[in-house]
């Protein structure tokens, strides 16, 4: 079986910093944990950077986003009562005052769309909400690894890829590419991921 990565040192945050440059990180949509349900995702060096472990027998209504030491990041919660796929993101284990909102885009008018991210909670209610607290636009196919995350000035700052070995053989969708921007953040970024394996992935198989 091919290594994802040979190695899984701990990335600072120092290093995962760009410097100018996309970063580019590796997905593993696979726990380190024992019959745990998540993600394992490790930067250019095989340094691992973020983690999501989540009991496959548990609720999939609250994810957390962690880094290579277990140290909550973010925290992604299903928005109960709500018209359709509705999340909100939280700082750390917070739960007030979410940091942003994500709702599935469901228009036959746009195809490319498949997702909008917006400020605060604003953005879950209906599909009337306003166009201009969107931050982040997602387009694309997550079930092909093949999505583009835009903001606000249409900027492409993220995008999801199919990952290749050396030689050019294809991983399964269970690893794939996040490849970042210098204008967006990597723990947002992968926030995001999340979201969308949510929506769209073999995940949402084991959502209420």
């Not at 636009?137 to 492409?156: F, H, L, M, T, W």
Request: aromatic share 8%; with cysteine; glycine share 6%.
């Amino acid at each position: 079986m091919t290594k994802v990565y040979p190695k899984s040192t701990a990335a600072t945050d120092r290093q995962l910093k760009s410097d100018g440059n996309a970063v580019i990180l590796t997905v593993w949509k696979k726990s380190l944990l024992f019959n745990c349900d998540g993600f394992t995702v490790f930067d250019g060096k095989g340094n691992l950077v973020f983690r999501v472990d989540n009991y496959v027998a548990g609720s999939k209504t609250e994810i957390v986003l962690m880094d290579a030491s277990g140290r909550s990041l973010l925290t992604v919660r299903r928005k109960r009562l709500s018209f359709g796929d509705n999340w909100l993101v939280f700082d750390e284990e917070t739960a007030v005052n979410p940091r942003f909102s994500a709702r599935k885009h469901v228009n036959l008018l746009n195809t490319k769309s498949i997702a909008h991210v917006s400020s605060g909670c604003s953005g879950t209610g209906s599909s009337s909400s306003p166009k201009k607290n969107v931050i982040y636009e997602i387009e694309g196919s997550y079930a092909q690894r093949n999505v583009a995350i835009y903001d606000d000035k249409r900027r492409r700052v993220a995008e999801i890829k199919r990952k290749e070995t050396a030689s050019g053989v294809a991983f399964g969708l269970d690893v794939f590419r996040l490849i970042v921007q210098p204008e967006m953040d990597s723990t947002v970024a992968m926030s995001l991921v999340i979201l969308l394996d949510q929506m769209f992935g073999s995940s949402r198989r084991f959502s209420p």
